[in-house]
């Protein structure tokens, strides 16, 4: 599904200048986004900049969040309250995939974790916790 405009509408420009796009849509029908490995994301020769990895996970989170709230007809501004990353294990010269997870979503906050990962998704290379503060518009 790479490529879908319908989709790409859970990317901001910063994602998109990093190179992130909607992959697909996972069973639970949040989006799975990826980014291909290059020298814009490059931190040490061969590994991906930790701060690539964190834009990753945190457009991950919000992807999901927003297509939870659509569903929901919901529309409110998302305030980020705070957001943990732990690098697992340095990312390779690979395409990289991240997903988010809403584990409590309230009238005015939502928890999220998110998980990236390369060749097995049961080998997370990080993880984040993301808090988010809905306000209404």
Same mark, same amino acid.
């Given at each position: ?32 986004? !990826? #980014?291909? +490995?290059? @020298? ?9 900049? /930790?701060?690539? &990895? ?29 957001? !943990? #990353?732990? +690098?697992? @294990? ?9 997903? /988010?997870?809403? &584990? ?34």
């Amino acid at each position: 599904m790479t490529g879908n405009a319908d989709l790409d509408r859970f990317l901001t420009a910063y994602a998109r200048s990093l190179g992130i796009s909607v992959h697909s849509l996972g069973d639970d029908g949040l989006p799975v986004l !990826t #980014v291909e +490995f290059s @020298s814009i994301i490059e931190g040490r020769p061969g590994a991906f900049h /930790g701060g690539a &990895t964190s834009g990753l996970l945190e457009t991950a989170g919000y992807a999901a969040l927003r297509a939870i709230l659509q569903r929901e007809d919901r529309d409110p501004q998302l305030k980020p309250i705070n957001i !943990t #990353v732990q +690098f697992l @294990s340095a990312g390779k010269r690979k395409k990289t995939f991240a997903q /988010g997870r809403i &584990t409590r979503l309230g009238r005015r906050n939502a928890n999220i974790t998110v998980e990236a990962w390369q060749d097995d998704r049961n080998r997370p290379i990080a993880t984040a916790v993301m808090n988010i503060l809905m306000a209404d518009r």
